[in-house]
């Protein structure tokens, strides 16, 4: 992640522009994300936020403001289109997930850790608010707001039993290997469910989690009404029924 804002916002294009694809994609089913280097992610390189954001485009104060609005949107967006995905994103983290990593953490659905894993929401060290997500999806991930208010106003560092005990990771494995075997038999447990099921309980904890209950449970009956007729329900009681493994059943794409 540490790369030139030209190319992180390049980056952020290509990251809408893939789970956009993955939302219309009926041959996938779940999405997997890890990092590919030593670390998960790391740090913003201070040199581009000197050059592009305190130094902005724009005749005045006007025009100035609504550029740097227009890119922080479009970094929004990035994570964002994460959390819209209909499809579950499993996410596996190594070594070190600093700033944007949270952002992006936060926006995925199921969160997995190795053992020397941590955490940090860096952005007060550099005199910033974090501003793509982090401020308004933790406090909904981390249980403890004292906790969520304590990591970003003082940037300490959150190791990975510590993530695991607030809810922000949900299981921690010995090494990266283990943890990715363990996101991809995840990934294949919910994958072999009922698309219609899976996709649908995914909206609806996302919409319940920003609604009151009675919202969230209007919003459910009004989407049940017409996925309670697919033949995913049939397909899996049955299956049920004859003690056979949800693998074993064969959905249709959705």
């Given amino acids: 992640m540490k790369v030139m804002n030209s ?29 590919a280097g030593k670390f998960f992610t790391a740090g913003i390189d201070l040199t581009d936020v000197a050059s592009d954001v305190l130094s902005p485009e724009g005749d005045d104060a006007a025009r100035i403001s609504w550029n740097i609005r227009k890119k922080l949107f479009k970094f929004q967006e990035a994570f964002s289109v994460i959390e819209r995905c209909p499809k579950p994103v499993v996410v596996a983290i190594h070594g070190a997930c600093i700033g944007g990593g949270v952002d992006l953490i936060s926006a995925c659905d199921i ?9 940090q929401v860096k952005e007060v060290d550099i005199g910033l608010a974090a501003d793509v997500g982090t401020l308004q999806r933790l406090p909904k991930v981390i249980g403890s707001r004292s906790l969520v208010n304590e990591l970003a106003l003082t940037a300490r560092k959150m190791f990975a039993d510590e993530a695991k005990s607030s809810g922000l990771v949900s299981r921690v494995f010995a090494d990266k290997e283990a943890m990715m075997a363990g996101a991809l038999e995840m990934a294949g447990e919910i994958a072999a469910r009922s698309p219609v099921a899976v996709q649908g309980t995914k909206i609806n904890l996302i919409y319940s989690r920003d609604h009151s209950v009675t919202e969230g449970l209007d919003y459910m009956a009004t989407w049940n009404m017409s996925m309670l007729q697919t033949q995913d329900v049939m397909k899996s009681a049955q299956a049920a029924m004859e003690k056979k493994s949800p693998k074993s059943v064969v959905f249709s794409k959705f």
Avoid at 22 to 35: F, H, P, T, Y
Avoid at 111 to 119: L, S
Wanted: charged residues 20%; negative net charge; proline residues 0%.
């Fill in 7 to 35: 190319e992180l916002l390049s980056s952020c294009s290509e990251m809408v522009d893939c789970f956009n694809e993955i939302a219309m994609n009926s041959d996938c089913r779940v999405v997997v994300l890890s990092g």
């Fill in 111 to 119: 969160r997995m850790c190795t053992q020397d894993a941590w955490f």
